[in-house]
């Protein structure tokens, strides 16, 4: 089986998400669509692949908003098509952050700027604990999604909708790829001023994320098995341990 992440920055590593679809059986493959040369000027074209030629598609955060077709446009609306003809051939498809966010607009549903970020270490309310727990999962978001009409919402905060499926597909608004080094990365590349402008520390927060990553992979782990079997339908249950 093969799995294609998209990476729309150039300091968004796959982590334990990609590590446990290695471990599945998982042929693993990255895209990266803005690079670093670009980081300043992201509104780059971009030709996606056959989408056909993967069993999973990974979309995953950036840190634009999943809304802005002024901003990023050239690559944004050809990837939300690309999305919503992988979801129209039931092609499997995990979103985070802004890759949920991109799935509710191939969806029909909306992104908008939400009324606050969430940024840090959450517990959400869950339906579906087997499937996505309460977590803490790692947050780091200022926009939100609506929940698309036929999708089933299965996990919230008070801020914003943070997990729903849709038929063989999931979105997460949260970051299960979280390590304390890619969170090292983020703050080196402008996210400390965004931590400190909502009111947190953060060195507090890179020592809070050392402390978690153990437990975090292993909730990381559990998610992509679920995921796998339960939704996805690429692995039987007897493969999943």
Known sequence: MRALFVQHDHVSPTGPVSDRLRERGFEVDELLIVDENHAGRPNVHFDFPDAADYDLLVPMGAPWGAWDDEEIGRWLVPEVAWLRAALDAEIPVLGICFGGQL???????????????????????TDDPQLVSSGPWFEFHYDRWTVPAGAREIARTAAASQAFTHGRSLAVQFHPELTAASLEGWLNAGGAEKVAADGQDPDALLAHTRAEETASRTRTAALVDAYLERVAGLLPESAVG
Do not use: D, F, K
């Open 103 to 125: 799935m509710s607009r191939a969806l029909g549903g909306a992104v908008a700027v939400a009324r606050r970020p969430e940024i840090g270490w959450t517990a959400v309310h």
